[in-house]
């Protein structure tokens, strides 16, 4: 929910339902499930946007650390915490640690190594243009940009 409330705009509600649902399953579930996992990429992803990047960093990292370590088979997890920490490193003007973090991703997304939603899809390819519009390396945005405009918005 949490999810969609950030995509209509509502960012307060979104990060209130997620710091709610975060510390529900902290007190439920084990801090190394998934569940509880994903929930730290979604808050962390909103706390990023929202400019809150310490916290954000912290929750990311920690998100990453838990899919890669119990959750490996399955990629994508660990592939959208990771998209996150790359907008935050572009978001705090790191060009390289956030181009290390991205480009790997954009390489395993566009070989089919990880199934990521078009919204996901769309979500690192954007942070990919905004990275090269910000690093004024227009050659690689437009680049970026075409294969944005190929990805659908929806299934």
């Known amino acids: 929910l949490a999810r969609v409330l950030r995509e209509r705009g509502q960012m307060a509600d979104a990060e209130e339902l997620a710091r709610e649902t975060l510390a529900a399953r902290k007190q439920v579930l084990a801090l190394n499930d998934g569940r509880t996992a994903y929930t730290m990429t979604v808050l962390g992803g909103l706390l990023s946007e929202r400019g809150q990047l310490d ?41 390289e640690q956030a181009e290390h973090l991205l480009l790997p991703l954009s390489e395993q997304f566009f070989s089919f190594k990880v199934q990521m939603s078009p919204q996901e899809r769309r979500r690192m390819v954007r942070h990919i243009l905004q990275l090269y519009e910000s690093w004024e390396k227009r050659e690689q945005a437009e680049t970026w940009r075409t294969k944005l405009a190929r990805i659908p918005e929806t299934l």
């Open 55 to 95: 916290e954000a960093e912290l929750l990311l990292r920690q998100a990453q650390s838990i899919f890669r370590k119990y959750y490996s088979e399955q990629r994508r997890l660990a592939a959208v915490a990771e998209n996150w920490l790359g907008a935050l490193y572009l978001g705090r003007r790191n060009y």
